[in-house]
Nanobody
């Protein structure tokens, strides 16, 4: 059974940085795509970035390019989201997700989700 556990959220001032982590277990993730999503209060969940575990190829939402960096550590079975130059509008619950297969460029089809980690950016 796939388990995803996020950590690293918190309160940060505008302009600051956070590194979110997603510890994955229960599978060998070489055949998976993993992604980060976020949901702000009163808004729909939105895609942030994704990574194909085997190749390290990445995909970003256009609005996230340049400030967010997704990566993974094979040895630790952990995915990261480095978030820089944070803005108050980045305040949201950030979720990691996983799907079997190599469909990096589809934002659909994620079957497994973590519980989320809160990021709050103060102005």
């Amino acid at each position: 059974q796939v388990q995803l556990v996020e950590s690293g959220g918190g309160l940060v001032q505008a302009g600051g940085s956070l590194r979110l982590s997603c510890a994955a277990s229960g599978r060998t993730f070489s055949s998976y795509v993993m992604g980060w999503f976020r949901q702000a209060p009163g808004k729909e969940r939105e895609f942030v970035a994704a990574i194909r575990w085997s190749s390290g190829n990445t995909l970003y939402a256009d609005s996230m390019k340049g400030r967010f960096t997704i990566s993974r550590d094979n040895a630790k079975n952990t995915m990261y989201l480095q978030s820089d130059s944070l803005r108050p509008e980045d305040t949201a619950v950030y979720y990691c997700a996983a799907k079997y297969g190599s469909a990096l460029y589809s934002r659909e089809g994620y079957d497994y989700w973590g519980q989320g980690t809160q990021v709050t950016v103060s102005s």
